[in-house]
């Protein structure tokens, strides 16, 4: 495998169950995010870790909590979740945290019924 | 605020067609400027970028001049195929904003499609 990989591609989900986003990286990075791709919204960013750290967490809802357990390894547990958290959730990487290169995977299109 | 502003869409043309898409930026200082597609069904990747002014950033027949003056990185390209149907996202490196934190700021996306 090379580059960014997510696991699954696609999830439904009702309200009430728990469910896991899993990320890796083939890159030798040291940074990892995860973005949130709703139609017709912005991209938004969700998570930031450097070296297994957390390092921003852009007022996501707690219901979404993130896990970082190498620097190759990113998930993203989730669970009671809404049905407006419904998007594509999109894993990046880049070699430093500040680094305005990054290697997006090819997201989870989630459905939350 | 600190912002990318890029033209909005969507953006519809014929194969062999010239395509621009605008993208202006503020920020402090002469960030690097980026440009990124997404391809239907797949993440975004990078398309080109450029690290100071008056560089030109190209890739797959894409350009963009870095444009101090008028602070702007517009994506060009001679001749669109059908295989150019994507989103295409302008975006300035993190902490070129003032007061930024440690994230790329992108545009909101332009989806631009190729009829054959």
């Known amino acids: 495998e090379t580059g960014v990989t997510q696991t699954p591609r696609h999830l439904v989900m009702g309200m009430t169950n728990k469910k896991s986003l899993k990320c890796e990286q083939h890159?030798?990075?040291?940074?990892m995010y995860w973005y949130k791709q709703s139609a017709k919204k912005p991209l938004e960013l969700m998570f930031v870790?450097?070296?297994?750290?957390?390092?921003e967490n852009n007022s996501v809802p707690s219901r979404f909590s993130p896990e970082c357990p190498n620097s190759s390894h990113l998930f993203l547990h989730l669970h009671t979740l809404q049905p407006e958290d419904s998007a594509l959730y999109l894993c990046?990487?880049?070699?430093?945290?500040?680094?305005?290169?990054?290697?997006f995977g090819p997201g989870t299109r989630l459905t939350v019924t | 605020g600190d912002s990318v502003t890029q033209m909005e869409g969507p953006v519809t043309l014929s194969e062999e067609a010239f395509l621009t898409i605008n993208c202006t930026y503020t920020?402090?200082?002469?960030?690097?400027l980026f440009w990124y597609v997404q391809y239907p069904g797949e993440g975004l990747q990078l398309l080109l970028k450029?690290?100071?002014?008056?560089d030109k950033g190209s890739n797959k027949g894409f350009e963009a001049t870095y444009r101090k003056e008028t602070t702007s990185f517009h994506l060009e390209k001679g001749s669109v195929q059908v295989s150019d149907s994507a989103v295409y996202f302008c975006?300035?490196?993190?902490?070129?904003?003032?007061?930024?934190?440690?994230?790329?700021?992108f545009g909101k996306g332009t989806k631009l499609t190729v009829n054959p």
């Open positions: 990046a990487s880049s070699e430093a945290v500040l680094a305005g290169e990054q290697y």
């Open positions: 890159l030798g990075h040291n940074a």
């Open positions: 870790y450097n070296f297994k750290e957390q390092t």
């Open positions: 920020a402090t200082g002469y960030p690097s």
């Open positions: 450029a690290t100071k002014a008056d």
């Open positions: 975006a300035l490196p993190p902490r070129a904003t003032q007061g930024g934190s440690e994230k790329l700021v």
